[in-house]
């Protein structure tokens, strides 16, 4: 089992920026990918960008140039820095886990493990 847990969420004006954090436990492979994903009300999830234990990325176009992914493997926490928001980032984000070679393909249906999720609200 794999415990995952975000925080670093808020709000902010746009333009502004936002680091989210979430720090992983448990069993956690060696070659793993891990992802962050949103959900705004009444809309899907979706997926934001995701790194893979070989230090590969994938981002959403909608966020490219903007955020940025990064996963310290000492301390088993993914952070991702989010700058220039905009009010259409508003959303609940969370960190999830996918088995190896999965999840670079931002596939919800990939990810086995997530995390209870921290909001984040950008207000123009």
């Known amino acids: 089992q794999v415990q995952l847990v975000e925080s670093g969420g808020g709000s902010v004006q746009a333009g502004g920026s936002l680091r989210l954090s979430c720090a992983a436990s448990?069993?956690?492979?060696?070659?793993?990918?891990m992802g962050w994903f949103r959900q705004a009300p009444g809309k899907e999830r979706e997926g934001v960008a995701a790194?893979?234990?070989?230090?590969?990325?994938s981002y959403a176009p909608f966020v490219k140039g903007r955020f940025s992914i990064s996963l310290d493997n000492a301390k088993n926490t993914l952070y991702l820095q989010m700058n220039s928001l905009k009010p259409e980032d508003t959303a609940m984000y969370y960190c999830?886990?996918?088995?190896?070679?999965?999840?670079?393909?931002?596939?919800?249906?990939?990810?086995?493990?997530w995390g209870q999720g921290t909001q984040v609200t950008v207000v123009s």
């Open positions: 790194i893979d234990s070989d230090g590969s990325m």
């Open positions: 448990g069993y956690i492979h060696r070659r793993h990918c």
């Open positions: 999830a886990a996918a088995s190896y070679p999965y999840g670079l393909a931002l596939d919800v249906n990939d990810y086995n493990y």
